[in-house]
């Protein structure tokens, strides 16, 4: 929805300043029985007219195949168009010839939420989540590594689509 | 002798607690019903209805750091919140809130010193208070805060007149100075609302800016005095100043209540003011003059969160070009009508004179209305728009 702009045309001569106070008085005395706006955080997580966008993107959450292995073919793609450099990947390979993450780590502290990994994954592992509530008591568990990647429950998000521009 | 000193002893540590803790109340107050008016919600989490937010305010004040700005004058610094907060207390003394309390010992009035000079102790301590701004403002060795310790005895001077000429109304009509004897003039031939509503309108307008309360806050003007006076304060230091700002709206309410709309007096009955005291008759008042207090912080509360600031230079127009002549000018028509109606026609204040007077005060009101509302007061300055 555009934002609308409100134009007030401004008095060009006298006014009575008498009449807007009073008006003034009766506005603000007749906002005080209006429904409010607030949102009660903690408790309360969304209303009516305020839930978390399904575009939203924060902290990463890696998908698990039928087996609970991570669907990561470790291709590589992603620390490559990663702009902050923040994804590390050690490729191996097993006997037959899959191709899997040794090692797959994610600096939260670094990562700018473009969402690049998810679009750029070839096979759908790597996602960034519908997720904000992320504190630690310390900076060393802000770097996921692929166990906690996979173990993330939250919803993936579906990011921005060109041919849908404003997801209808 | 011993019975007014306990009792004067008891009334002063009682008046003193409620005071501070309807001070703490009305803090919370302000910010639930500015939230309110903002369609927001306030501080509600400590405490049911965040009612123990003020307690925890207060506990984050004096855990805070103290903070000296090098370069300012150490004894007038650490004074100057002393200087405000006291006289902010100190006003309330004289100030009658319940019908006379029966004990077992004696009848005990409800006022912490019956003075008789009464009113005139209000408006000599209630100006003492702007020392103590003028000097947090010069001690703070602050350009800002100079500049709203100044504004701030300027304002208090001006506004200060016109408070005064407005209550000289009441005075004329009381007979008395002692806030007793007001109340009881009332309780005989109405409020004084209805026979000196002007006074009353001069009156609160004075007050708003006495108490530097919005519209009239210029000495804290924070967009362009940073905190003015206060800025350079922190801690308990700065909470002083805060406790001294809304002990000076409940002792301006208190004083509204008394001396325009009866005091303690329940409207309507003479049960509360005829016959022998009874606890009964000083709770009800209690009551009376607590909901009328209320009242009146409350439309402290609501002016404040709904007009802007005045220009400096506005309000300095307000307070001597529209409310001191128009004080003056009211004095000389509400004793020329107290004149005739006492001298001349041999009345003495009773429900007719005061209606007579109301009847005058009307005539008065819708000319002041009319004459202000063609908006030439405030809008003189205003540079045309093309």
Same mark, same amino acid.
């Given at each position: $929805? ?9 008095? +060009?001569?006298? %006014? ?8 003034? $008085?009766?506005? +603000? ?9 607030? $949102?009660?955080?903690? &408790? ?14 924060? %902290? ?34 097993? &006997? ?16 700018v939420f473009c969402g690049y990994c998810q679009e750029?994954?070839? &096979? &759908? ?44 | ?7 004067? @002893? ?11 803790? #309807?001070?703490?109340?009305? =803090? ?14 306030? /501080? ?30 150490? =004894? ?55 020392? #103590? ?44 100075? =002692? ?28 007050a708003l800016a006495e108490t530097n309360r919005l ?5 804290? !003007? ?29 002792? !301006?309410?208190?004083?509204? !209540? ?49 007009? /802007? ?33 006492? @001298? ?43």
């Open positions: $929805m555009p934002i609308g702009v409100k134009v007030l045309k401004r008095p +060009t001569r006298e %006014t009575s300043y008498l009449r807007a106070t009073l008006s003034g $008085m009766a506005l +603000t005395f007749s906002h005080i029985f209006r429904p409010k706006v607030t $949102m009660q955080y903690p &408790e309360q997580r969304a209303t009516d007219d305020w839930t978390l966008s399904s575009r939203w993107r924060g %902290t990463h959450r890696m998908l698990t195949d039928e087996q609970g292995r991570a669907k990561c073919v470790a291709c590589g793609l992603c620390p490559q168009i990663c702009p902050a450099n923040c994804i590390k990947l050690v490729p191996g390979e097993d &006997e037959n010839g899959h191709r899997y993450p040794l090692i797959y780590e994610i600096d939260e502290f670094r990562c750029v994954c070839p &096979e &759908e592992a790597i996602h960034v989540g519908v997720h904000y509530e992320n504190s630690e008591y310390s900076r060393d568990r802000f770097v996921y590594d692929l166990e906690r990647l996979c173990a993330q429950t939250h919803p993936v998000s579906t990011l921005w689509d060109p041919s849908d521009p404003k997801g209808e | 002798m011993t019975f007014f000193l306990v009792s004067s @002893a008891i009334k002063v540590f009682v008046v003193f607690n409620v005071i501070m803790v #309807g001070v703490a109340l009305l =803090t919370l107050a302000e910010r639930r019903i500015c939230a309110w008016m903002q369609d927001r919600l306030g /501080p509600n989490r400590v405490g049911p209805q965040g009612l123990l937010q003020p307690a925890a305010d207060g506990l984050k004040n004096f855990l805070k750091e103290e903070t000296y700005p090098a370069q300012a004058d150490r =004894t007038l610094f650490t004074l100057a919140p002393l200087i405000s907060f006291v006289p902010a207390l100190l006003t309330f003394a004289v100030i009658p809130f319940a019908a006379p309390l029966p004990t077992p010992w004696g009848v005990v009035p409800m006022v912490v010193a019956d003075l008789p000079v009464g009113f005139l102790y209000i408006l000599a301590i209630s100006s003492l208070g702007v020392y #103590g701004i003028v000097l947090a403002g010069w001690s703070s060795n602050n350009k800002y805060s100079l500049l709203g310790g100044l504004r701030a005895s300027a304002q208090m001077i001006s506004y200060e007149i016109s408070m005064g000429m407005s209550t000289v109304a009441v005075l004329l009509l009381a007979g008395n100075v =002692t806030l007793t004897r007001v109340i009881a003039q009332q309780q005989q031939g109405g409020w004084f609302i209805i026979s000196l509503t002007l006074a009353f309108l001069i009156f609160f307008i004075s519209p009239f806050d210029l000495p804290e !003007a924070e967009g362009e005095l940073i905190a003015g006076y206060h800025t350079e304060y922190s801690a308990m230091k700065f909470s002083m100043f805060y406790i001294a700002e809304y002990s000076n709206m409940v002792t !301006a309410s208190a004083l509204m !209540a008394t001396l325009f709309f009866g005091g303690w007096d329940i409207p309507f009955t003479h049960w509360d003011d005829t016959g022998d005291p009874s606890v009964l008759k000083t709770l009800a008042t209690l009551a009376a003059f607590g909901a009328k207090t209320g009242f009146f912080l409350f439309t402290y509360i609501w002016i404040r969160w709904t007009l /802007p600031r005045f220009r400096y230079d506005q309000l300095m127009a307000l307070g001597w070009k529209v409310l001191l002549p128009l004080a003056l000018g009211y004095l000389a028509v509400i004793a020329t009508a107290i004149w005739y109606l006492h @001298a001349q026609l041999g009345w003495v204040y009773g429900i007719p004179f005061g209606l007579a007077l109301g009847a005058v005060n009307l005539v008065l009101v819708v000319a002041v209305v009319w004459w202000l509302d063609r908006g030439r007061i405030i809008s003189a300055s205003t540079a045309e728009v093309a």
